[in-house]
């Protein structure tokens, strides 16, 4: 079940923190503007990346050697409240988390 790979990758409190902060930006960033933004050291942020981005919640763009990670939208606007599964609502269908066009 692809909901349950994406509520056990969103379990740590980091990771969500991570999350909010890729949707809220909008942008691709790098991981070391994602460590200044969570207060958490670099080793524990690529940790938590890798472990979003296998999901494909978080997808990594690479330019040159560098890495920069945004938000899978398509997996975002299909993601079903806790509380939608809870109480028995019906969820959308989920995606196979393949990027948008355009790359957004």
Not at 49 to 66: A, C, P, W, Y
């Amino acid at each position: 079940m692809e909901y349950a790979s994406w509520f056990k990758a969103l379990a740590d409190a980091t990771r969500v923190q991570i999350v909010s902060l890729l949707a809220r930006r909008g942008v691709p960033m790098s991981v070391g503007q994602i460590v200044e933004a969570v207060e958490v050291g670099q080793s524990t942020v690529s940790a938590h990346l890798k472990v979003l981005s296998e999901v494909r919640f978080v997808l990594v763009e690479r330019v040159g050697t560098s890495a920069f990670y945004r938000i899978n939208t398509a997996c975002v606007e299909c993601f079903p409240s806790a509380a939608d599964l809870v109480m028995g609502r019906p969820a959308p269908a989920p995606p196979t988390c393949t990027p948008s066009p355009g790359g957004a």
